[in-house]
Structure formats: C-alpha cells, structure tokens
C-alpha cells in the first residue's frame, strides 16, 4: 500500500492541477477548427473532446514513461523539485491563457521540471540525450511535417472536390471533420494525459511511495484522465478563438486535412514515446491547410506572436521552476511560501481575465447556420414597398395589358381615268 507525507499529497493535487489547465489551455487543439468551421456547435465540441480525452487516457503509458523514467534521474530527487517544476508549467499555461496564445502545456512542463532538477541536483541531473531526442527535435519537426502533410491534403481534397455538388460536398466534409477531431481528442489524451501521469509516478518515486521503475498506478491514470478531460470541457474559449479564428480563415475542406494530419502525427509520436507538442502540431497542421487553398492566407502577425511564445515556453517555465526550487529548499515555510505564491499569482490571473470576458458566444462563426433554402430565399428576395407609397406609383409599375390593333381601313380603288 502506498504511503503519503504531506508534501507528496500536495505535489499530487498540484499535479493535477496542472493537468486541469492542460485540458482548457489545449482544448483548442483539437475543436478549434471544428467549431470554427461550424461542423460542431462549441459546447457540444468541448463535451466530445473531454470525453474522448479521457478515453485516450487509458490506451498508452509510454509518453508518461519517458518522463518518469527518461527525462530526469531518479534518485536524488525530492517531491519538493516535482512540486517547484509544476508551479513554473502552471504559471506559464495561465499566463498564456490569459492573452489567448496557444502554447504548449508540454514544454512548460518539461522546462520547470528541467530548472526544477538542475537547481536541485545539477545539469547532471537531467538526461540531455532524452531532452533532444524526445522534446526539442520533435518540437521542431512535428509542426513542420504536420503542416506540409495538411497543405498537401488540402490540395488533394480541392482538386478532387473540384466538380463534386457544393453544399453536399461541404456536408460530407463537416461529418468528416467531426470523426478526426474526435481522432485529436483521443490523441491527446494518449499523449498530454500521460504527462500528468509521468509527473506523478516520478513524485511517488521520489517520495518512497513506489518502487523506481514502477509504471503509472491505475488510480494515477484515472485522475489524470478525469482532471484534463475537466479542464478540456470547461474549454479554453481564449485559445479556441485565436487558433479558429485569428490564425487563418477554413472551410470544411480545410479543417478535416488540418485535423487528421495532426491527429496521425499525435498518435505516431504517442507509441514511439515521443513528448510531443500537441499545441505545435495541430498550430502547424492549421497553417498548412490555411496555406493548401488557392486564395487562402496565414494572418503572420498572430503566427509571430505565437512563435515567440513557443520559444520563450521551456526556458521561461525553467527560470520559474529553478527559483521556486531555490524557495522551496529553505524548508517546510518555504514551500508553504511558493504555495501561497502559486495561489495567489493564479488569482491575480483570473481576477484580470474578468475584465474582457470570453466565452462559447465568442468563438462560432458568424455564419455557423444552415443556409437558407430555395423558397426562403425567394420570399427574401421579394421586398414589400416602403410604408406610406401612393397607389398611383404601385400602378404604374404594372404594365397595361396588350390589346389588338384595330384593322386599317380599306384602301380606296383608284380614280377612273377621264
């Protein structure tokens, strides 16, 4: 039976914690598109997300493995450093909430958990080969082969749409979207969830309540699931709203290559145990599909804001986690201190998000409703006259009707001749 101090059931609800705002920071991901397209209304997309987010819990370990047992070593470290890398992870997600940027949850916590351990224990601690290998190089190649495999189906799905009906093409392509974003969901539960998951199991190690080595206990798994589905069905309307809207403009064609290429990129890096980004795909699968139409376009100046974030994530995230470690060190008040920063720093956070509000009324398209039909638009086209116009004026729009010429009158038989 495992046993627990005190701190290691504070590193546990911290974590889980992180996890909540790991489902609405990432909630956009996978629904984004799907809402702003209008394949989904948005709550009912938030709904299926969280859902299947806690499906996808349960189909995998090894992402939570690479970071249990591949990141970091083991020994030496204490649940204290876990519990001053989830402070820096969850900072940062709240943060980038708040201005509506889509970062990554992973990256945030893989960089506190790295400034964490290198103030802990020193840059000794922390495995460099597994930090390329398995976080920055996918990092860099995810979105980009992401975004060239949704630029090439965007193509491909014009080019043999190109003589196919309008609106039954547009349907059939919306119930197609609505399948693979399902597919993202369960995607990012196989992958973000088990971050989660890793980030605890590492803490029972650490805290002497597992066996080094051990993979994820059952209860560990549920209560990653249900905490990022949570925060997945509270939906993170900020993100949804500038990766639906405020990156690029789609059309149902455009959404399904978007979604399914992010989602086979998710799902193939969950099985080889690769910590991905499922921010930096599905961002770069959207600026593909955005790039695969004739006409479409890449609003850049949003795509530089969030690039700047994607590279300020991992150091920006290790800078807070090494100086909350450094707090955390001085002893029980110290943690107590980084808790009540934590805390606080969370509800400065949310107190500020209050002042411009944003919800699922913010984030469907304008024409998410069914196109009119043929004698809806007929009657619509008919506009009755202006008030008080004479009669005299209606009746002589009206034309006369024909009447027949009268018969010409016979001509007259010449004059006899004298």
Do not use: C
């Amino acid at each position: 039976m495992e046993s627990f101090s005190l701190i290691l059931a504070i590193v546990v609800v911290t974590a889980l914690a992180f996890d909540f705002t790991n489902g609405f920071h990432d909630t956009a991901n996978a629904m984004a598109t799907t809402i702003s397209t209008g394949a989904l209304k948005p709550k009912v997309a938030v709904a299926m997300s969280a859902a299947l987010n806690l499906v996808g819990a349960f189909l995998s370990v090894e992402v939570a493995n690479t970071i249990s047992k591949g990141l970091v070593d083991e020994n030496g470290i204490r649940p204290e450093v876990i519990f001053a890398a989830l402070v820096g992870a969850i900072l940062w997600n709240l943060l980038t909430w708040l201005v509506g940027l889509p970062s990554s949850s992973s990256h945030a916590l893989m960089g506190g958990l790295v400034g964490a351990t290198v103030a802990s224990a020193g840059f000794g601690a922390v495995h460099g080969d597994v930090l390329v290998t398995k976080v920055l190089l996918p990092a860099v190649a995810a979105p980009i082969v992401a975004g060239l495999a949704a630029m090439l189906a965007t193509r491909f799905s014009y080019g043999i749409g190109r003589n196919a009906g309008g609106e039954a093409t547009r349907k059939g392509y919306r119930a197609g979207q609505i399948a693979s974003a399902g597919l993202v969901s369960l995607a990012h539960g196989t992958n973000d969830a088990q971050k989660t998951m890793g980030i605890i199991t590492l803490a029972l190690i650490a805290g002497g309540a597992i066996a080094p080595g051990s993979n994820p206990p059952t209860w560990v798994i549920l209560s990653a699931g249900l905490a990022i589905a949570l925060g997945t069905y509270i939906g993170g309307w900020r993100i949804i709203r500038t990766m639906g809207k405020g990156l690029t403009d789609l059309e149902p064609q455009q959404g399904f290559a978007a979604q399914t290429s992010a989602a086979t990129a998710i799902l193939a890096s969950s099985h080889l145990g690769f910590s991905l980004s499922t921010t930096h795909v599905v961002s770069g699968s959207v600026m593909g599909a955005g790039l695969g139409r004739k006409g479409g376009v890449v609003r850049w100046s949003t795509a530089t804001r969030m690039f700047a974030a994607w590279a300020l994530t991992l150091p920006a995230a290790a800078l807070v986690g090494a100086g909350a470690e450094s707090v955390t060190d001085l002893g029980d008040w110290g943690t107590a201190a980084v808790a009540v920063f934590l805390v606080g720093a969370s509800a400065v956070i949310w107190k500020i998000s209050r002042r411009e509000v944003v919800d699922h009324t913010d984030v469907a398209p304008d024409d998410a409703a069914e196109p009119a039909g043929v004698v809806t638009t007929a009657i619509a086209a008919v506009t009755p006259p202006p008030a008080g116009t004479v009669t005299e004026n209606l009746t002589a729009t009206i034309p006369a009707p024909a009447t027949d010429p009268a018969p010409a009158a016979p001509a007259a038989p010449p004059a006899a001749a004298v």
